[in-house]
Each structure stands twice: as structure tokens, then as C-alpha cells.
């Protein structure tokens, strides 16, 4: 992943490839949504306000990374 590119809370393709590189072994199904978004501003490249998450956008993620993970 290109280190100059900064992850924002819409860039939510972005962050799932970020995620599923950092943590490849992960079972999706068991992570929660504090998880997530623990996980998602500890990124290196992570430059949004974490306030502005919401339930909806961490579940959208979430459901990315799945579908992500069963495509591959």
C-alpha cells in the first residue's frame, strides 16, 4: 500500500486493504464495531477527525472487509 495515501472515513475501500494487510489471519465475524474502530484510527495513514465515525460507517467497513475476504 502506497505510504502517501491518506484514509479518510469515506475512503472505505482503502482502509478494508489497509486492514486486511495489517491483519490477514483476522476471522472477521469476530470483530466488533469498538474493535474496528480501535483498529481503523490506529492505521498509519488514517487522517480523519475518529469523532465523525458512526455505527453506519463502521459497519459498511466491516461488511466490505467480508465481502472483501470471501472474493479472495
Excluded: H, K
Amino acid at each position: 500500500m502506497d505510504e502517501l495515501n491518506t484514509l479518510y472515513w469515506d475512503s472505505s475501500f482503502e482502509i478494508v486493504l489497509a486492514l486486511m494487510e495489517l491483519f490477514p489471519e483476522v476471522e472477521i465475524e469476530s470483530v466488533g464495531l469498538d474493535q474496528l474502530y480501535e483498529a481503523i484510527i490506529a492505521l498509519p495513514n488514517f487522517a480523519d477527525d475518529p469523532a465523525l465515525a458512526n455505527e453506519s460507517i463502521l459497519l459498511g467497513i466491516l461488511r466490505e472487509w467480508y465481502e472483501e475476504t470471501q472474493n479472495g
